[in-house]
């Protein structure tokens, strides 16, 4: 059928979908041309405003700017968060890496997760492997609607740059009453470049989400691995069991078997849908107060605190945290700098011991035990030089 306009205004044979696409954009339509009166319901679904939206991003420090633990490691080999907030090695012992923040971005960016190979690994054993991943909360996979027929499709993007070209391997796990796998690959198109990669995976109709503050989704990058986590043939493509011997059967290169092999990535999203959006950048501020809910790294200098003698010569100081952590935190490290007691005047505790009592999730009391006899149930304030503390999944 002919499309026909007519002097009324009108437009007649126009099926659905029959302009193709660009025909009708920004600059073909006049200002205030299309307002909520010519717009049916349902005519703009959720995936068309995707790009809109807020609050989009389930991953936490994906455009890699915050460190509270180090800029950069060296000498790196073993399982951990070593230095950028939220991105954890998972490592057997695959080569020696440098860890690191890298100034090295794509275009709108300006911090990467950078691994350098150090020292090489000669040869890999059958479960040794090397993996990047982020963790996330049970309570953040609960609006992907798994575990129903209704459940959401997620689309993970990201920029990455390698040393070398070929597959490298990502699984998407998902932890609750058993771990569920699905898994895809990725290509490294050119070497020493920035390119970005976008999966979409299927919703998981089987299991679902734990509401709680367990781990949830893990997203997981292979960098290598041995035998154990190969012999599968090939990636598991749609949800099913946790398949170890898949795990990484897709991958071609290995990074770590060379000095000269690195890897980085930053820009990483994942958001509910099949289309991959704009990355959202958040503040900064706002981007550490996530991160501050699973690690904190608080450096006091002269700040003072108030607490109370406890016996001759114990004294606990309190600290309240700035954000509510995940869960009780486990204390890596703390100092005590120099303390006033009502009545006596400022010291500094010679010889002391210094452990976390009465950890929560909004607080903790640090217990410092000197040589000296300083009385019992009297206030007092003292200085939390630093503390480290993690809640991490």
């Known amino acids: 059928m002919a499309i026909v306009i007519n002097g009324s205004g009108t437009v007649t044979g126009l099926s659905v979908g029959g302009l193709p696409d660009g025909t009708v954009d920004a600059g073909t339509l006049a200002t205030n041309s299309v307002d909520s009166a010519e717009l049916v319901d349902g005519a703009v679904d959720d995936s068309h405003m995707a790009s809109i939206s807020g609050r989009k991003n389930m991953i936490i420090n994906g455009a890699m700017q915050i460190d509270q633990r180090a800029t950069s490691k060296t000498s790196v080999t073993s399982t951990g968060y070593h230095t950028l907030d939220r991105w954890k090695l998972d490592n057997s012992g695959l080569g020696?890496?440098?860890?690191?923040?890298s100034a090295d971005a794509p275009s709108g960016f300006y911090s990467s997760l950078k691994m350098d190979c150090t020292t090489a690994y000669g040869s890999a054993g059958a479960d040794d492997f090397n993996a990047?991943?982020?963790d996330l909360e049970s309570y953040d996979g609960v609006s992907l609607g798994y575990g129903t027929s209704d459940a959401k499709s997620?689309?993970?993007?990201?920029w990455v740059k390698c040393s070398q070209t070929g597959t490298l391997q990502f699984n998407l796990l998902h932890y609750a009453s058993s771990t569920r796998q699905i898994s895809a690959t990725y290509t490294i198109n050119t070497a020493n470049t920035w390119e970005k990669k976008t999966i979409t995976f299927a919703g998981d109709t089987s299991q679902a989400s734990d509401n709680d503050n367990s781990k949830g989704l893990v997203f997981e990058w292979f960098l290598a691995s041995g035998t154990g986590r190969t012999s599968g043939g090939s990636p598991q493509t749609s949800w099913g069991a946790y398949a170890l011997n898949k795990r990484n059967a897709g991958s071609t290169i290995s990074i770590g078997d060379s000095t000269s092999d690195t890897w980085q990535i930053t820009g990483v999203q994942a958001e509910i849908g099949s289309t991959a959006t704009n990355f959202e950048h958040r503040s900064y501020g706002e981007e550490l107060?996530?991160?501050?809910?699973?690690?904190?790294?608080?450096?006091?200098?002269?700040a003072m605190h108030p607490g109370r003698t406890i016996s001759g010569n114990r004294l606990d100081i309190a600290y309240h945290f700035p954000v509510e952590l995940r869960a009780d935190p486990t204390?890596?490290?703390?100092?005590?700098?120099?303390?006033?007691?009502?009545d006596q005047s400022a010291f500094n505790p010679s010889s002391p011991t210094i452990a976390a009592v009465h950890a929560s999730t909004d607080g903790l009391v640090v217990r410092r035990t000197c040589s000296e006899t300083i009385g019992a149930n009297k206030v007092c304030t003292g200085q939390i030089l630093?503390?480290?503390?993690?809640?991490e999944l």
Request: proline share 0%; with cysteine; aromatic share 20%.
């Open 154 to 158: 997620l689309t993970v993007s990201f």
């Open 289 to 302: 107060a996530l991160c501050k809910r699973y690690y904190q790294y608080y450096y006091g200098n002269s």
């Open 331 to 342: 204390l890596e490290a703390t100092d005590i700098g120099q303390v006033y007691i009502a």
């Open 386 to 391: 630093y503390l480290r503390i993690s809640a």
């Open 96 to 101: 020696t890496f440098t860890m690191s923040r």
């Open 132 to 134: 990047i991943h982020q």
